[in-house]
């Protein structure tokens, strides 16, 4: 059980349990009622006579402090079976109601509780306004706050109030991060039981494919990523019907009028892609498909090679 890489400061608390005795599926946000430093919350985690602690401070600066290792019970909440299963985050706030909490400590305790989700696994931050169902962790609720366990006003109604806000920028953040690709080896994008690995790094999968004769990249999305599919996606083959611009000079020469409007080949071997690509057949040059071609170009139906 790994520890947040967002922590700057980092003072372990003797108020603790060791290991603790659940896995993490719940967050508790509280507040210090003070304005406090990581530091300065470190120091009253420290003397055991406090007994007291945290797994996490946010400070009024909005750096993070570790107390309490996650894998172990930090004592927060006032409930042991709570704290068995949470990790519970300090955060420094007014010392009165409504214990307002600045910017950057509300913005760095979402950052830091979306850390937490992730590395536990934690899909979906839920909230509810109901007590019962966050205490009974009904529905998938996996928030509580200390006020659900003791007659404590923590964690004051500005985060209270905000509790569903955080879920929901947590949530984007899981999502956004759930979303970035994966490349799987596979012998087609839906044959997944082909799959022979599955990497964040495009490189080492193309290396796997390499060593595997019929065996393609393939992005989260299921698009071929290598090798590079000759098959334009569907995206790109929609834009149809690339015209070159309408001719509106007098020349009757195909070479002459392509230059007009852009062209900078008018080689034959060129003039016979673009006749192919107008259903002008056999190209070589005559005077009637160059016409033809010229006519075409005139009524801005020319298609390009
Ligand atoms: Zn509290």
């Known amino acids: 059980m790994s520890n947040s890489s967002l922590v700057s400061y980092t003072k372990i608390s003797p108020n603790k349990t060791s290991p603790r005795n659940h896995a993490i ?18 120091n009253v985690f420290a003397p055991s006579s406090r007994q007291a602690s945290s797994n996490y401070g946010v400070g009024t600066d909005g750096r993070i402090a570790l107390y309490v290792d996650e894998k172990d019970r930090s004592w927060c909440s006032s409930n042991s079976a709570n704290d068995n299963r949470a990790v519970t985050i300090e955060v420094a706030s007014d010392s009165k109601h409504p214990y307002a909490v600045n910017d950057k400590a509300y913005n760095a305790t979402i950052q830091l509780v979306a850390d937490i989700c992730r590395r536990n696994g934690i899909k979906q931050l839920i909230w509810s306004t109901d007590k019962a169902t966050r205490v009974n962790h009904l529905n998938g609720a996996n928030m509580t706050v200390h006020r659900d366990f003791a007659a404590k006003a923590c964690p004051g109604e500005y985060l209270y109030n905000r509790m569903g806000a955080i879920a929901s920028a947590v949530n984007n953040i899981l999502s956004a991060s759930a979303s970035s690709n994966i490349y799987r080896v596979r012998k087609s994008a839906n044959d997944a039981s082909s799959q022979l690995g599955a990497f964040t790094n495009l490189d080492k999968a193309k290396a796997l494919a390499d060593k595997n004769a019929g065996y393609e990249v393939y992005d989260t999305q299921g698009n071929q990523v290598y090798p590079v599919n000759n098959v334009a996606p569907a995206s790109v083959q929609t834009i149809s019907n690339n015209y070159y611009p309408k001719y509106t000079g007098r020349s009757g020469s195909i070479t002459a009028a392509l230059s007009a409007v852009g062209e900078k080949d008018t080689s034959l071997s060129h003039r016979r892609k673009i006749a192919i690509a107008n259903s002008i057949a056999s190209y070589s040059g005559t005077a009637a498909q160059n016409t033809k071609m010229v006519n075409l170009l005139k009524q801005g139906k020319l298609v390009r090679a």
Do not use: F
């Open 25 to 42: 599926d719940t967050i508790t946000i509280h507040c210090m009622a003070g304005q406090l430093s990581v530091e300065q919350c470190g």
